[in-house]
């Protein structure tokens, strides 16, 4: 029997769901998705807790819970409103600037992507508990390189309260 190969081998549909309650009794994402315009790459890194149970003088059973993931996301353009709602910052209209301060609380948010398989499907994955711990973005002066300016996005995605 032929196995199917289903290797991956892109990244693509990358956004957020920006309304999610997440409480004991249940969960939701829901709103209108904001897309990442121009997502390049998004790089994930489970962070993982090990346990041992003693029992019969002995090591019963071990393993690992994970605990968060940490994602970054590198996308070519995003809106200054969506960039100050991820933050939990005012945005300044008339300034058109984002006002970060000491009190700012990231919004929670469910972050989703796809990623091309080599027989054509996808893979599609959802982190539904997710908030943004930072953003970077390094400005050159145009010179003679056309190159863009890319956003790394961070978030932390942790583990559903309902059980």
Excluded at 9 to 16: L, Q, R
Excluded at 29 to 37: E, H, L, R, S, T
Excluded at 68 to 86: N, R
Excluded at 150 to 155: A, M, Q, R
Aim: with cysteine; proline share 3%; aromatic share 10%.
């Amino acid at each position: 029997m032929t196995k199917k190969k289903i290797e991956l081998k892109g990244f693509a549909g990358v956004g957020i769901f920006p309304e999610v309650s997440d409480t004991e009794a249940e969960y939701s994402a829901a709103g209108q998705k904001i897309d990442f315009v121009g997502a390049s790459s998004g790089s994930f890194t489970d962070n993982r807790e090990d346990f041992e149970i003693l029992g019969d003088d002995g090591i019963y059973d071990s393993g690992a819970d994970w605990t968060s993931t940490e994602v970054d996301v590198t996308i070519h353009e995003i809106d200054l409103a969506a960039l100050a709602k991820l933050a939990g910052c005012d945005i300044d209209e008339a300034k058109k600037a984002i006002e970060e301060g000491t009190p700012d609380i990231p919004q929670t948010v469910c972050l989703v992507y796809r990623a091309l398989r080599r027989d054509g499907g996808y893979r599609c994955y959802r982190y539904y508990n997710c908030k943004l711990t930072n953003y970077s973005v390094n400005h050159n002066t145009k010179g003679s390189s056309n190159d863009g300016q890319p956003y790394t996005l961070t978030f932390k995605c942790i583990p559903l309260r309902k059980k």
